[in-house]
């Protein structure tokens, strides 16, 4: 494919200095690269190298982009011939074998992603592979191998230039990759999700809380905020009065005072900026994993979509996962169950008394007046 490819772009060549700036802008890892070619020959050559088996991405992307119609055939041609193959291609059979036989960028500017499936090799096609991993991450890596002990290890690379965009990609993608059996996925040495039974989340959550206790005992000596009042903006906030304090989203924020259920005090721990905080514009994971606790160890949880999430989840790793998916949708329902939960813990019954034509709340929660 890649000859007649080229035999056919080297009868109407772009213009080269188009050609190297759109490659470059394509993928600026191969700017060093690109700097010392001088002719047709040893771009084809470089193309060459950065593409593989099931990815010839970069090659696709230079035949649309000038339009090299006659190159089209070929690439479709060969696009419907490696689907057809992936298809029937046991996984089983693809172990331990290079996807990607020449590294496209340096070590140092090549980044590498894995995912661990909880797969039999042997009960899934490499069809089933190529799939997840570009649903999950669109165009930004290419396969490199495929392992296999318990579960399935995918390793991909991507430019470290995509670093960022791709963490943000996989994070969209996070729940689709969870009802596929993820058991692990890493970018670089960042570890953005690992399965947990549930009582690792509680051994976390005791680790964490010593931790706080510690960190306690020298707060007042290094004036940083402890562990347990940083909190996440989910959105950016504008200061309506000059009482409040805008921020941005992501931003991280220190709470030190919760007397008041919708504002808390905090500071930003960007501008250094002090005032009132919407409560429901902030998250903490720590947070939200002590909220997870909470639904799980009460009895009855009033809020209906927590209690199906509570029972009919087939496992405490999906309820973990729909939780957070939940309360990260609807910010008011976490204000409610922070409530719930104080209410809780200070022992204070919340009561809702249906009558025929009244209901009495008594001491009711926010989640039972939402109820």
Known sequence: MFSNVRKVIFKSPPPLKDLLTFIEDFNSDLEAELSVISDLQDIMRLIRKNCCLINIVILEAVVEHFEINDA????????REIKEFCRNLSVDLCLNEPFDVVRASPPLKCETATYVLGWEATEHKLKDVTDIVSKSSGKFVKLISIKSTQSITITCSFPHSLTEALIIKLSETLELL??????????????????HEIHEIQESLEEEVQEIKEQDKDHDKVNKPIANSVFIARYGYHAIDSVDISFSEEEQLEIYEKEDSFYWKGRSLVSGDEGDIPSSCVYSMLESLQLLEFILSVEEVSLPILQKIRDDSCSNDEKASLFLETINDDPIMISALRQDKEQHDKGVTGNVDWGFDRVSLTSPSPVQCNE
Do not use: S
């Not at 059996?181 to 890493?186: A, I, R, V």
């Open 72 to 79: 089209q055939t070929y690439i479709d041609d060969y696009k």
């Open 178 to 195: 969870i009802k596929n059996d993820l058991m692990k996925l890493t970018v670089g040495y960042c570890t953005i999700w690992k399965k």
